[in-house]
């Protein structure tokens, strides 16, 4: 069956650190890649996608590549800052087959 | 063009009282997943409507259940409340015809209480 495995954290960095969450998924096929991310108190919003191998999807300075190879999706983020400390799921669809979200990783930036 | 709504926000419920979460999703969406959010389980899938039939179904017992009006809006229910029910449940839509991948937008879910 589809799966997603992602690093659970809590990953605390310093404003300005550069961020990696590891994103790795099972599925047969090739399914569409997603991280969401969820703020404090409120439902989870799309960050970015990537549909097919060698994608890459971006969104307010986060960035993360389709990698059909190593079976990947890493988050990136070159400087984080405390507004971005929120929980982050990583998530595949494949072809009208349920959403699979992995456990999320909770995110702490420090000023 | 608005974003998924669900109702009510907040709900406070007493063991074996039952309760009904409403969701509309984004105009044109046709599919309305369901999902339950705890600290310990994450997030786990209901179960998903499109065109007012279930068309998939996570793993959770039959006190669970859920329909799709004609209009695409949803509701959910569960019967007999234990006190493990208490979560943040989430309501996605999206276009997906099951041909497609498709994007899943989420409302701001019901956090659910149960005493």
């Known amino acids: 069956g589809n799966s997603v495995t992602q690093m659970e954290g809590p990953v605390t960095l310093s404003e300005e650190a550069f961020l990696t969450i590891n994103c790795t998924y099972t599925a047969t096929g090739y399914p569409s890649l997603f991280w969401y991310v969820q703020y404090p108190g409120e439902g989870l919003q799309l960050l970015l996608k990537?549909?097919?191998?060698?994608d890459k999807g971006s969104n307010k300075g986060f960035e993360a590549t389709y990698r059909k190879e190593t079976t990947s999706f890493h988050l990136e983020k070159g400087s984080v800052q405390v507004s971005d400390s929120a929980v982050y799921f990583c998530?595949?669809?494949?072809?009208?087959?349920?959403?699979?979200f992995g456990p999320g990783t909770r995110l702490s930036v420090l000023p | 063009k608005a974003g998924v709504t669900q109702t009510p926000r907040y709900l406070i419920k007493t063991r074996g009282q039952q309760v009904t979460l409403s969701c509309s999703p984004i105009?044109?969406?046709?599919?309305v997943s369901w999902y339950q959010q705890t600290p310990g389980q994450g997030l786990q899938f209901l179960f998903e409507?499109?065109?007012?039939?279930?068309?998939n179904k996570g793993n959770f017992p039959g006190r669970f259940s859920g329909r799709q009006f004609s209009n695409s809006r949803s509701e959910m229910n569960v019967s007999t409340l234990e006190l493990g029910d208490s979560a943040l449940y989430l309501c996605?839509?999206?276009?997906?015809?099951?041909?497609?991948?498709?994007?899943?937008?989420f409302g701001p879910g019901t956090r659910l209480t149960v005493l």
């Open positions: 409507y499109f065109s007012e039939t279930q068309r």
């Open positions: 105009s044109g969406h046709r599919s």
């Open positions: 990537a549909t097919k191998a060698d």
């Open positions: 996605a839509s999206s276009f997906n015809s099951g041909i497609i991948t498709d994007t899943q937008y």
């Open positions: 998530a595949l669809d494949n072809y009208g087959q349920n959403f699979v």
